[in-house]
């Protein structure tokens, strides 16, 4: 695979021929932040962003959609939203978060809402360039990858190495004016990745991240679940802006004639009240503790069983920032056991 | 490329059913016979579907008849909410949406063989216990004992008292029932349905146990059960919870690592173990 040296200018030149041919979302400034958002330029583009607000499962799991319309009465009718679009300045992070809902909504039942939209979009990845203030990355050993997306650019001082990983990456990257990446530009990547390897790292696990699924197993009645969940405001930023939170709830709308209507998904969250809620009224997750133990449980634990071991936090920190009375770090909370349980 | 139209089945996509029978049981349950508009239905006792009402939503009810009755099938549906609201309203030739069969986690049927089997239910834990009931009953021989307890909450609420007088007649079924609160009209067992479970006459150890009912009662037919040194093993409980999507996505039935929407709604008490959040 393609393996180019493309100047700043040149790479301007590449962003605003993918902007004319495809959808192209990529990273802008949101006031003082960043997010990501359709791109009508190159100049917009910000790679050297530290975090976005949002994860960017929202393009293949939106915070709500259409998944079926219908006659009232009569049949249903499938939607999907079949547009080719390119994803671009994804962290390594973010895209290894990606590809384990990949393997979430193929397995047991194929989702073709989730799935169609993925196999439409191509993932252009950028090495980070500026840790956020929670990033923990490094920790939970996602700070670099070598899969997962169709092209990775990393900035190297005046350039970026920008390398295909496949076919799709590969047609994409044909149209970037460059030259075959040097040795010198490789090793420049090589220190970009030492570099983020360490410092993507402002909360430091006290472990192993294969560890944790053996820690959970003997942390349950431990009193940091109570301890932690007593503050918490069950508003669920945490799941929001977690990138491999997928829960979802499903709604039905009428139209105004009463005759026809819709089925949606909305993003859902498990430390909402109300989860587990089943009628008349019992609620089977009700106590705040057990919402909050059950969430990082499904990072370390029961996520991670059903997808070959992986860990289903990827360390970017976006709950830590998102959460107001500041007790969703995980890191926080995996330490707290380590402590108290020792790594035996 | 449309993978929902084109090669890939969209697992939200209901099938149209009919409604061919439709009666109202008692205040606040309604009987439902279904039949699929392209057809076949195959099913395993324990299993369900989900449900939907155009333009109210989708809800997961267990299949209460048995697969012996045919192409169709039967659902009891009592009205809590929105959805279960405008199932009360179908009148026959009404058509419904139909996700299923749903769950993997069904009832022993072909372990049971050559078994004594005993079910306990409380209230409309009876609807899908009646499923297995029904299959055990039309495929008699290649089963032990048969013991139905029931208890139900009061007179009026009694559910299938036609079929429960019919099980009582057949002679190889012992069939208990019990009501929480006494009633006039009533000259049967009064008290919770533990209380039917010294009077079974069947080995319990050795019996196949099938539990079906309201949360608060797992935990004392369970004591019950374990007073009587019933292996775990032999224990089989339904844990409905709210099965939003049925497929294993949505999170929103989720007992710790277990979706029950794909390891149950039954599960063997053994396998509860890990499971901390089921009972």
Known sequence: MTVKKITKSDFVRFVDALIATTKTIGVQAKGDRFDFAPLASAKDLRLDYDVTLGPPKKFFLPPAEVLLTYQVGGAYESQCDDQEFILLGVHPYDVVAISQMDELFQQDNYDAHYMTRRNNAAIIACDVARPSDHVFASSMGTAVVREGYDILLTEIGDGYVAEAATEKGEKLLAKAKGVPADSQALKKREEVWARNRKSLNKHELKCDPAYLPKLLAKAYKHPVWEEQAKTCFSCGSCNQVCPTCYCFNVQDDVSWDLQTGTRSRAWDGCLLDGFTKVAPAHEFRKSRADRFRHRLYRKAMYVPQKIGGQIACVGCGRCVGACLPDIANPVSVYNRLIDDLGLG | MCQCCAEKKDIYLPQLATVEDVSQMNITEKYLRLSMDDGQFDFIPGQFVEVSIAGFGEAPITISSSPTLGDCFELV?????????????????????????????????????????????????????????????????????????QGTKSYDLRLFTPEIEAWSKRGDVQMLETLDEGDARWKGNVGVVTK????????????????????????????????????????????????????????????????????????????????????
């Open chain 2, 77 to 149: 549906v009592r009205k809590v909410g929105r959805v279960s609201g405008a199932i009360h309203n179908l009148k026959n030739g009404d058509k419904v949406g139909i996700r299923g069969p749903l769950g993997k986690g069904v009832y022993p049927v072909e372990e049971a063989k050559g078994k004594n089997l005993v079910f306990i239910c409380g209230g409309i834990g009876m609807v899908p216990q009646r499923s297995f009931i029904n299959y055990v009953l039309d495929n008699r021989a290649d089963y032990g004992d048969v013991a139905i307890l």
């Open chain 2, 196 to 279: 039917l479970v010294p009077k079974v006459e069947t080995d319990l150890k050795s019996a196949m146990i099938l539990v079906c009912g309201p949360p608060i009662m797992y935990k004392f037919v369970l004591m019950a059960l374990a007073e009587r040194d019933v292996p775990h093993q032999n224990i089989f409980l339904n844990l409905e919870r709210k099965m939003k999507c049925g497929i294993g996505k949505c999170g929103h039935c989720q007992i710790n690592n277990a979706y029950v929407c794909m390891s149950g709604p039954v599960f063997q008490y053994s396998d509860l173990a890990s499971l901390p959040e089921a009972i």
